[in-house]
Nanobody, 121 residues
Framework: QVQVEESGGGLVQAGDSVMLSCVVS?????????MGWFRQVPGKEREFVGR????????RYADSVKGRFTISRDNTKNTVYLQMNSLKPEDTAVYSC?????????????WGQGTQVTVSS
């Protein structure tokens, strides 16, 4: 069984920074999973935020967060991070991370429950 758990959300002001963490536990070693971050606002589709490769050597971001958000991972701690800088009210969402051995995010991926980030203006 694979468990994914996010932490680090909260209420912040526009312009602030927040770091989210996501810990993965389970039968496979962490470096066998590509990791992705997603966000969702009630009533809207889940939005891709970014992803990081198995070793952490490659990242990709949505245009909406490029230059402001950074994804990193520590394979010794089974943890992936989402550093969010220069936050905007439109970044308000529930942020979730997902682990996938193929890097293809869907129902076969392992998803966390999410953590709420609220950015006030």
């Amino acid at each position: 069984q694979v468990q994914v758990e996010e932490s680090g959300g909260g209420l912040v002001q526009a312009g602030d920074s927040v770091m989210l963490s996501c810990v993965v536990s389970g039968r496979r070693t962490f470096d066998k999973y590509a990791m992705g971050w997603f966000r969702q606002v009630p009533g809207k589709e889940r939005e891709f935020v970014g992803r990081i490769s198995y070793s952490g050597g490659s990242t990709r971001y949505a245009d909406s967060v490029k230059g402001r958000f950074t994804i990193s991972r520590d394979n010794t701690k089974n943890t992936v991070y989402l550093q969010m800088n220069s936050l905007k009210p439109e970044d308000t969402a529930v942020y979730s991370c997902a682990a996938d051995s193929e890097g293809a995010w869907g129902t076969s991926s392992y998803w966390g429950q999410g953590t709420q980030v609220t950015v006030s203006s």
